[in-house]
């Protein structure tokens, strides 16, 4: 019964240390040569260029998972609706339309089999196929 | 000539109809109601015939609901048309935006169509009342009344060392015609051009000086042909005339603003000033100061104080009293001052709730004033984006 007990308490603090603690691992394509800093990361997925270092068109795509609230506030310095209120005005502007957003699982797929996309994965859920630019 | 600009830009698209066509949708809405609490007339919009707040509690003054969608043709070429939708006007359908925007690289921006002139640092987003911290903004430092241009703008961005720069030049033509609206008699038609320049520092410190100027300005409204007559009729000075013709008008707009984000304070002031050259109409400098505070994630209270320096236009007496009071009421000098607090509540990652207690208080004694912005006002507003 203890035992049992302990297991629980284990695996609660495991998945509140694993949503507190979450690694952010932004990725790209494996044939991605482009050298990509943080303030590329940043300056991608706010919209102030569209392009990589090497001129290649940059297609940002953000996950709905929970890892994204850790994006924003480690790499854009933003809450969620501080995000939302940045893009509102930027979109009703016609300056620039946010990330495609598309489900936590698709992440990694897409970014395997398209070479232009970057986007951003909890680092445990990473696999060999893709290339990592930063953990944050 | 925008017009053919969009359908020749809608034409191109269409051949490529048989490939996925890149579009997007996004939507913004506010419901703002509410009442005067000292039995005076608050008229929030600065166009005319948009309503007014009274004693009674009213929803429809100041809510609205706008789309936007977007047409990407190519990677750098869309399609944008904006259309709102407001409570003022009957909930009629205006044509905000229609344009074509061609993005000549990550520096360049331009657009070409139906846009709006970017007097005030919210201009942008003026209606969108999700992306402002206020229940709107400062009424009294927005006060051109015409912002709807058929134009060409070319914005340009760069950055060197701390700074972020931002270079917004237009010129076109306003038709920003309130006549279509049952409630309104004014329309504004000039040539028009202007310039913006917006550096921001580091991030956090954002300077913006703007210049705009309407050159050849005709106002076009039946309570002015009324006055004009009437001053001919008796007759008045012939300069004074000459200053009440309303037509071959030069103004301008110019305008400062500052906004600082430091940590969990924003300090946001705004200088705006218009200039009627050769009319009767009163030069108006008009100014505000607020301050947010980000207590958390979810609420921001501020504070906001305005002023007002209205100083009068060319008027000459006329020898006739009553019309004098009443030209001295209408165009003359005057000061006001105003304070209002307010906050705003995240109630959803898209909706924020907002309240606001406005007081203003002018020199010109109450039974004398013949606007509708000199009072208190308290008003809630719910604002969302989709």
Known sequence: MKSIKNSVLIIVLTMLSSAAFAEVAVIVNSANGASISKGDITAIFLGKTKKFSDGSVAVPIVSDGAITDEFNSKLLGKTSSQLKSYWSKLVFTGKANPPKKVSDGEVLQLIKTNNNMIGFVDSAAVSGDVKVVGKF | ?386
């Open chain 2, 1 to 386: 000539m925008n017009k053919k600009i969009l359908m020749a830009a809608i034409m191109a698209a269409t051949p490529i109809s048989s490939q996925a066509i890149d579009y997007s949708f996004s939507g913004f809405g506010s419901l703002v109601g509410g009442a005067t609490t000292d039995g005076e007339e608050f008229r929030p919009h600065v166009k005319y015939g948009g309503g007014k707040y009274d004693e009674s509690f009213a929803l429809d003054v100041e809510s609205r609901l706008g789309i936007q969608g977007t047409v990407r043709l190519t990677d750098d070429l869309a399609v944008t048309a904006q259309v709102v939708s407001r409570g003022g006007y009957n909930w009629r359908p205006e044509l905000k935006w229609a344009y074509v925007s061609y993005q000549v690289n990550d520096n360049v921006q331009i657009k070409a169509g139906r846009l709006n002139s970017p007097f005030y640092l919210y201009s942008d987003f003026q209606d969108v009342g999700y992306a402002l911290p206020w229940v709107s903004a400062p009424r009294n430092a927005y006060m051109v009344p015409a912002d709807a241009i058929e134009g060409v703008n070319v914005i340009t961005s760069f950055s060197t060392e701390k700074f972020e720069h931002v270079i917004e030049v237009y010129a076109g033509r306003y038709d920003d015609g309130q006549n279509k609206y049952e409630t309104g008699h004014l329309d504004i038609e000039t040539p028009t051009f202007g310039l913006t320049y917006m550096p921001t520092y580091d991030g956090w410190l954002t300077m913006r000086a703007t210049y705009h100027e309407g050159t050849d300005l005709e106002i076009i409204s039946k309570d002015l042909d009324g006055l004009r007559t009437m001053l001919e009729g008796i007759p008045a000075p012939a300069k004074f005339l000459a200053n009440a013709k309303f037509k071959h008008e030069r103004t301008s707009f110019s305008g400062i603003a500052v906004k600082a984000e430091l940590d969990r304070l924003t300090l946001i002031a705004e200088l705006n000033q218009l200039d009627w050259h050769t009319s009767i109409l009163p030069h108006q400098k008009r100014g505000y100061i607020s301050a947010i505070y980000q207590v958390n994630d979810k609420f921001a209270p501020y504070v906001t104080l305005m002023k007002n320096n209205d100083s009068g236009g060319d008027l000459e007496e006329t020898g006739v009293g009553a019309l004098d009071a009443a030209l001295k009421a209408q165009f003359g000098k005057s000061d006001t001052f105003g304070w209002a607090v307010g906050g705003r509540y995240e109630i959803a990652d898209n909706m924020a709730l907002k309240a606001e207690y406005q007081s203003q208080s002018s020199d010109i004694p109450k039974n004398e004033q013949t606007g509708e912005d000199v009072a208190d006002t308290f008003r809630v507003a719910l604002d969302i984006i989709f």
